[in-house]
């Protein structure tokens, strides 16, 4: 021991020592991980969705069968190109443009409605546009294009083709007006959370889904943003399940294991929707309505690009 | 369920200082080569190296996923999302610091015992030797100043890492997602807890190399 600690008492021969043992701690843990290696699906989604429902469904999945699943959080574009590679193999997202851009391209094979939410239009409580006073998504849009014209208010957009962003370029298609390059339309490029706390310190409207607003709203990070207008039967926010094609040949071997996913998701990951999110208006599960919100999807997958 | 907050600080500890050793041993090779260089053709490298310190990690992390993800050329190694990526990818972030901070400390050395080793009329390679003998101290700076980069990069780790929940998630990537969430609070606390590790290791390190160096 003596000679051991005569010998490291030269400092480059401790330096050496040290690091002859990093090098040997990284390469048992790179072993270890190695031989503990096993089958699992790596799966995406959109991170305000996997703490709205998905999470749950997926907990279940696992406890209900021996499939592991790691999640990676990502927004839609980041989803799809992953999808793309490989590097995931199905996906829960909610960009109905970017979702038909992929299918066409062929990187999905199978994709299906498996929840949705409805949209609000949220704003300052002192409301300049008098938006409580909408009868329809467009005539609240035409108040606060008037509005942002006098100076009177500002709109929040998330600019990034996700759904909320779809929804708003159709509805201000429809109104006729084009709020593009005006200084009271404000874009973010960030997801639901963030252009929602924006949009609270800025104190401007943003098209929202419930079930983002009811979440923050139970947690007191918004104060001042209120529902200003809101109708329970449209527009809706769609959820959608992605599988990746089965020509992609880094999830060729998982196919059976995705499968059985896309099952869950379908059939007993309906009813976990159902319990845990839809009494508090979160999130609503797509049992029953597929048709509906098939065709919902389809119209609003022609808006984008 | 959300993995426990000490198996988030353990593996940040574990990728940050794998990944600053490499930096570090390449970082010391590198430089010794440069040493050995015309003083011209060392400074134009050097140079290269300078510029790479202020590259952005997440272009590091988009290059390192392009090499692992499943069609890229290391596809089938099946590193991608996996703590060994990390390494890589944060090494590639350190290493140009670790040369560039190595560099002129190293060169001084080298000159000084250079024009010794020539006096007496010893080959040039004992030169290199005494260098290492007695760089230590200036080593042990390299690798803090690779832990420290390493310890607080987010493009990277969640990009070739991906934050998977009991996997891959380190202590950036939870900051981040807590952010995206809103919950700047759970953030601020989490980037607190880093930056006590860091500088607590960084103080135990530096405390470690003096009494190396005393001992000699």
Redesign the interface.
């Known amino acids: 021991m003596a000679k051991v600690y005569r010998w490291l008492a030269k400092p480059y021969r401790a330096l050496l020592a040290l690091v002859a043992l990093g090098l040997l701690v990284f390469l048992v843990t790179a072993l270890w991980w190695g031989a503990q290696r096993h089958e699992y699906i790596t799966i995406g989604s959109g991170i305000k969705l996997y703490n709205l429902g998905v999470k749950d469904v997926i907990e279940g999945f696992k406890n209900s069968s021996n499939v592991d699943i790691r999640v990676i959080l990502r927004n839609t574009g980041d989803l799809m190109r992953l999808l793309s590679d490989g590097s995931i193999c199905f996906a829960f997202t909610a960009s109905p443009y970017l979702e038909s851009l992929y299918l066409s391209k062929g990187v999905i094979e199978w994709h299906g409605v498996f929840a949705y939410s409805y949209l609000i239009v949220a704003g300052p409580s002192d409301d300049p546009a008098n938006v409580s006073g909408a009868r329809s998504l467009m005539d609240a849009f035409k108040r606060i294009y008037m509005a942002g014209e006098e100076g009177k208010a500002r709109f929040i957009s998330r600019g990034d083709l996700s759904a909320e962003h779809v929804r708003e370029m159709l509805t201000w298609n429809l109104t006729g007006f084009d709020p593009r390059g005006r200084a009271w339309y404000i874009r973010t490029a960030q997801g639901p959370v963030q252009t929602a706390l924006i949009a609270e310190n800025m104190r401007a409207y943003l098209l929202m889904d419930e079930g983002t607003y009811i979440a923050l709203n139970v947690q007191d990070k918004i104060r001042d943003l209120k529902i200003l207008y809101a109708n329970s039967s449209d527009p809706l926010n769609l959820f959608v399940a992605s599988m990746v094609s089965s020509k992609n040949d880094a999830c060729k071997s998982l196919r059976a294991f995705i499968l059985e996913l896309r099952e869950y998701v379908m059939g007993p990951g309906q009813a976990i929707i159902e319990e845990k999110y839809s009494p508090q208006g979160l999130l609503y599960p797509a049992k029953g309505k597929e048709r509906e919100l098939r065709e919902a999807w389809e119209s609003l997958s022609k808006i984008g690009g | 369920m959300p993995e426990p907050l000490h198996a988030v600080i353990l593996r940040s500890i574990?990728v940050s200082?794998?990944a600053a050793?490499l930096a570090?041993?390449v970082g010391s090779f590198i430089v010794i080569i440069l040493l050995r260089m015309p003083a011209r053709v060392s400074r134009n490298v050097l140079s290269v190296f300078e510029g790479l310190v202020g590259i952005p990690p997440i272009v590091v992390g988009v290059f390192v996923?392009m090499l692992v993800?499943?069609?890229g050329p290391l596809?089938p190694l099946?590193l991608?999302?996996?703590?060994?990526a990390m390494?890589i990818g944060e090494f590639l972030v350190a290493l140009p610091l670790a040369v560039a901070f190595t560099y002129r400390p190293l060169e001084s050395l080298w000159r000084e015992l250079a024009e010794l080793v020539e006096s007496l009329g010893a080959p040039r390679f004992k030169a290199v030797l005494l260098v290492?003998?007695?760089?230590?101290?200036i080593?042990?700076t390299t690798y803090i100043i690779s832990f420290s980069r390493s310890i607080g990069e987010l493009g990277v780790a969640l990009i070739v890492g991906?934050?998977?929940?009991g996997?891959t998630n380190v202590m950036t990537t939870a900051i981040a997602?807590e952010t995206?969430?809103?919950n700047y609070e759970v953030a601020l606390k989490l980037g607190i807890v880093l930056v006590s590790i860091a500088v607590s290791l960084i103080i135990a390190l530096r405390l470690a190399g003096a009494k190396?160096?005393e001992?000699?």
């Open positions: 574990y200082s794998m050793l570090f041993i996923y993800y499943p069609g596809g099946k991608l999302y996996t703590p060994t390494i290492l003998r007695e760089s230590p101290p080593l042990l991906g934050g998977i929940d996997v997602l995206s969430l809103g190396i160096v001992a000699v």
